[in-house]
């Protein structure tokens, strides 16, 4: 098949409630700390943006005023880094459904 765009991979997180569930921030580090397949994705009105969840400690934000996710970041920057630095708002996070 067609490999899927940022926006097309958010849809399936989105939907696929049986693999993927909603979580928060919190929840996606602790999720990722532990090894399980956690995800920041979000919509874009041409082309969205997705990133792992880093397996570390969530770092402050200022931009934001709270701690937030890591994420090992691939587009105009390739990084780890705050997720205030990889999305303008907060995205959604998601992880694996049955760890």
């Not at 570390?56 to 205030?84: C, D, E, H, T, Y």
Request: net charge positive.
């Amino acid at each position: 098949g067609q490999p899927l765009m940022a926006n097309d991979m958010c849809d399936y997180l989105r939907d696929n409630i049986m693999v993927w569930r909603k979580i928060n921030g919190d929840e996606a580090t602790a999720r990722a700390n532990m090894g399980i397949p956690t995800v920041a994705c979000q919509r874009g009105d041409h082309h969205g943006h997705i990133a792992f969840v880093y397996p570390q400690k969530q770092a402050f934000s200022p931009s934001w005023n709270k701690w937030v996710p890591m994420l090992n970041n691939i587009g105009k920057k390739n990084a780890i880094m705050r997720s205030s630095q990889c999305f303008r708002t907060e995205p959604d996070y998601y992880s694996i459904k049955a760890a």
